[in-house]
T-cell receptor, first 114, second 110 residues
Framework: EAQVTQNPRYLITVTGKKLTVTCSQN?????MSWYRQDPGLGLRQIYY???????DKGDVPEGYKVSRKEKRNFPLILESPSPNQTSLYFC?????????????FGPGTRLTVT | GESVGLHLPTLSVQEGDNSIINCAYS??????FIWYKQESGKGPQFIID?????DKRQGQRVTVLLNKTVKHLSLQIAATQPGDSAVYFC?????????FGPGTRLSVLP
């Protein structure tokens, strides 16, 4: 089954404790992206990757890091989480731009930073 | 389920009627637009897309209209069904960035 998986689905942590949210897709997609979703603000793009070892900032990259060492995986790293990073996070993937932007989204990760 | 948006504009329609959801986009250089549907507790799901060289595109029960002059996008859903109840987002792309609108909650009344 074609899918995007994220782990964990729910995470409660404390300020300053480094965490990683994993994202994996099994569709051989080149493009992957991370979003956060907050009430009243909709989805905002954090980082995206056009392919292995190619990443770039979205609209709200501060406080986040990503890596793309393998095509299927695109982890989101919070080196020192803060309460304003409490949010619902989505990973998405799609074929490269020349073909389609039909993004497939993961189920979401609810992060709470206290 | 997850709370998608507590203060979203809401559109209520009777089952069987047509729905029209509107979206204003911000960047005149955007060249690709997408509509997504998000049900409670789930990630957004692709509905239909349109490129800037088109002004209309039809799918199964859905039609997207693009008016570049006023930077406006609309999604029309024919014969709205209870399963259409969800939050609908438009997104615009320029470069490799995706920018999403705030969303509209569609509520289908029996």
């Amino acid at each position: 089954e074609a899918q995007v998986t994220q782990n964990p689905r729910y995470l409660i942590t404390v300020t300053g404790k480094k965490l990683t949210v994993t994202c994996s897709q099994n569709m051989n997609h080149e493009y992957m992206s991370w979003y956060r979703q907050d009430p009243g603000l909709g989805l905002r793009q954090i980082y995206y990757s056009m392919n292995v070892e190619v990443t770039d900032k979205g609209d709200v990259p501060e406080g986040y890091k990503v890596s793309r060492k393998e095509k299927r995986n695109f982890p989101l790293i919070l080196e020192s989480p803060s309460p304003n990073q409490t949010s619902l996070y989505f990973c998405a993937s799609s074929l490269s731009r020349g073909l389609s932007y039909e993004q497939y989204f993961g189920p979401g990760t609810r992060l709470t930073v206290t | 389920g997850e709370s998608v948006g507590l203060h979203l504009p809401t559109l209520s329609v009777q089952e069987g009627d047509n729905s029209i959801i509107n979206c204003a986009y911000s960047n005149s250089a955007s060249d690709y637009f997408i509509w997504y549907k998000q049900e409670s507790g789930k990630g957004p799901q692709f509905i239909i897309d349109i490129r800037s060289n088109m002004d209309k595109r039809q799918g199964q029960r859905v039609t997207v209209l693009l008016n570049k002059t006023v930077k406006h996008l609309s999604l029309q859903i024919a014969a709205t069904q209870p399963g259409d109840s969800a939050v609908y987002f438009c997104a615009e792309t320029y470069g490799q960035n995706f920018v999403f609108g705030p969303g509209t909650r569609l509520s289908v009344l029996p």
